[in-house]
């Protein structure tokens, strides 16, 4: 399999929809064949600081992410070696004890907001796919999720949304779209879907002959 990997990186804003195109074309398939990197369990790990601090952290800024560890884990299923994937805690804000171990496959797709904005990532995607969602369909999406299995309050969803995430979604997010081979409109796109999970059939095929 080695130098045969194809990666795909999948982007958007907060609510966009990015990841259940992401999960939905991976569960398509077998994990043999298809595998999914989240980009949100490379948040870098806070547990050393004090928990109301942790509370106060921008965690839209693309400092926020271990970026290098994606790229070198990326690189790494890439020429066919396995890797530790990091799993993060949304609630605490900091990385669990526990890692997952990934095995290489003929498709790997890369998912997060900030994917398309770190060039290192960018240069050894095969193919990137933004996922193009309004900003008020977005924060509805943010906040029924944030509330409902983040623990997070409606208060704190609102201030969060206003100081960082739509700031940082102006500044960097939205200005990744460029990048874009691909923009899937509104999200859940099923002409959109079908066409991606019969491409990445085509490449899974053409791998196993």
């Not at 109301?52 to 693309?62: A, E, G, V, Y």
């Not at 050894?124 to 999406?141: G, H, N, P, Q, S």
């Not at 201030?159 to 990744?176: A, I, N």
Request: aromatic share 8%; glycine share 4%; charged share 25%.
């Amino acid at each position: 399999m080695k130098n045969n990997v194809f990666v795909i990186g999948i982007a958007g804003g907060t609510g966009s929809g990015k990841t259940t195109v992401a999960r939905e074309i991976a569960s398509a398939f077998n994990t043999k064949d298809v595998i999914l990197l989240e980009f949100d369990h490379y948040y870098r790990d806070l547990s050393m600081l004090d928990e109301q601090i942790r509370k106060t952290m921008n965690f839209d800024h693309p400092d926020s992410l271990e970026s290098e560890l994606l790229v070198k884990h990326v690189a790494m299923l890439k020429s066919g070696k396995e890797v530790s994937r990091p799993c993060y805690e949304f609630v605490t804000h900091s990385r669990t004890q526990e890692t997952v171990l990934i095995q290489p496959a003929p498709v790997l797709i890369v998912e997060g907001i900030l994917t398309f904005v770190y060039p290192d990532l960018r240069n050894i995607l095969d193919m990137k796919i933004y996922v193009d969602t309004e900003a008020d369909i977005r924060f509805i999406r943010r906040l029924e999720r944030d509330v409902k299995e983040r623990g997070r309050s409606l208060e704190n969803v609102i201030k969060q949304y206003l100081t960082t995430v739509r700031p940082m979604h102006q500044e960097f997010v939205e200005p990744s779209k460029r990048f874009a081979d691909i923009i899937i409109p509104e999200g859940r796109n099923d002409v959109a879907l079908h066409t991606l999970i019969t491409m990445v059939n085509q490449r899974v095929s053409a791998t196993s002959v």
